[in-house]
């Protein structure tokens, strides 16, 4: 299957791959969104027919959702589940604390409630989303639409006294008309080229009168898997310390692993 995808796309499936032989039976499962989280839900799936999978998915988006029907999970709201077990979920960017930017798929309030109502939250992702320092991928800021550019303003009058290189706010557009999410509110992204205190950031910025939330995910993330075009697919634990590296072929099999504390 995987001969025929591009090197990027390779390394998202190994890391989704990974990461959805992770669930096992009777969990209930938050379901991200994106490109990564995609190649999961269709994973999970897999397993679902194969294997007769049985879990509840909490999905962080209707396009998440509609996928996730599609492949025959079981889709439950987050109010019917409950607490989860665990959250499935990609990243526009992570740094080396696990501390991640969110939202270019325009979900991360979604994505945020729900990875925030998880025992865990596993981060997959392809090696190009590793940062050292946070804020070269705009961050995503969702606002309702009464009086948006006023808290843009307020926005871009905050990030004058934070750490950060850019004070750019610009709408989100879908074609003409704004980008409006799920909820029906729109997303300011700020283009910030480096964020200092990412913790700080996050504060400051849900203070702002008309923010809703932000996309920046600090100690939420409990674990990444990191997804090469190779095969190599690298399971890093920031609570335990340790990373683990896997090697999978084309049809997922383990060929290695090997642990490093």
Not at 194 to 199: E, F, K, L, P, Q
């Amino acid at each position: 299957m995987t001969r025929d995808l591009s090197p990027i796309d390779k390394a998202k499936y190994n890391a989704a791959r990974r990461a959805a032989d992770m669930v096992q039976d009777g969990m209930r499962v938050g379901l991200g969104t994106g490109s990564t989280a995609a190649w999961m839900v269709r994973r999970i799936g897999e397993r679902v027919q194969n294997e007769g999978l049985r879990i509840k998915g909490v999905p962080t988006s209707t396009r998440t959702a509609q996928l996730a029907r599609e492949v025959g999970i079981e889709v439950v709201s987050l109010d019917q589940a409950g607490w989860l077990d665990l959250t499935i979920d990609g990243a526009d960017e992570f740094d080396g604390e696990l501390n991640l930017i969110k939202g270019g798929g325009g979900a991360h309030l979604q994505e945020k409630i729900v990875a925030t109502a998880s025992d865990q939250m596993i981060v997959i992702a392809d090696a190009g989303k590793e940062v050292e320092t946070l804020g070269a991928f705009p961050l995503p800021v969702e606002v309702i639409p009464f009086g948006w550019q006023t808290t843009r303003t307020l926005i871009e009058e905050a990030l004058d006294t934070m750490d950060v290189l850019g004070t750019s706010a610009k709408l989100r557009m879908n074609g003409e008309a704004p980008f409006v999410t799920d909820e029906g509110n729109h997303i300011l992204d700020l283009h910030l080229q480096r964020i200092g205190n990412a913790r700080q950031l996050a504060l400051v910025l849900n203070q702002v009168p008309g923010v809703v939330e932000n996309g920046l995910f600090i100690d939420i993330c409990d674990k990444v898997v990191i997804g090469h075009g190779d095969g190599r697919v690298e399971l890093r634990d920031i609570n335990a310390g340790t990373t683990e590296m896997d090697k999978l072929g084309d049809g997922g099999e383990n060929l290695f692993s090997d642990l490093a504390d």
